[in-house]
C-alpha cells in the first residue's frame, strides 16, 4: 500500500522559507518520479514540481520557478521541497504523491494527507 507523509508546514511571513518533507513507504520509491502539487483554498489542484527517478531531472510550475526546489533521498525514501522568497499566492496544502498517479490537472490520487502552507505577515 502506498503511503506518504508530508510534513513541514505552517505559518510564514512573506519573504521567508519553509521546507517540506514527505516520508514514503509501500511501494519502490527510488524507481518512481514524484511530484508535489498543491491546492488553495476553493480552487483545484495545481501541479508545483516533479522529479525523475532516473537522472533526477526537475521540472517546476511557473508560478514557483526559481523560489522552490524540489529533492530526494533515495536511502531515507524521502521527498523535500524547498520554498524561498515565499508569496501570499504560495498558501495552500500541498501534498506529494507518484508522478505517475497524476492527471494533467494535478489530481494525484496516489498522493499523502497534506501540509498546510499559510503566508501571512
Known amino acids: 500500500e502506498v503511503q506518504l507523509v508530508e510534513s513541514g508546514g505552517g505559518l510564514v511571513q512573506p519573504g521567508g522559507s519553509l521546507r517540506l518533507s514527505c516520508a514514503a513507504s509501500?511501494?519502490?520509491?527510488?524507481?518512481?518520479?514524484m511530484t508535489w502539487v498543491r491546492q488553495a483554498p476553493g480552487k483545484g489542484f495545481e501541479w508545483v514540481s516533479t522529479?525523475?527517478?532516473?537522472?533526477?531531472?526537475?521540472y517546476y510550475s511557473d508560478s514557483v520557478k526559481g523560489r522552490f526546489t524540489i529533492s530526494r533521498d533515495n536511502a531515507r525514501n524521502t521527498l523535500y521541497l524547498q520554498l524561498n522568497s515565499i508569496k501570499p499566492e504560495d498558501t495552500a496544502m500541498y501534498y506529494c504523491a507518484k508522478a505517475s498517479s497524476c492527471d494533467y490537472r494535478g489530481n494525484c490520487p496516489e498522493r499523502g494527507q497534506g501540509t498546510q502552507v499559510t503566508v501571512s505577515s
Open positions: 509501500g511501494f519502490n520509491f527510488a524507481f518512481s518520479s
Open positions: 522529479i525523475s527517478s532516473g537522472d533526477l531531472s526537475t
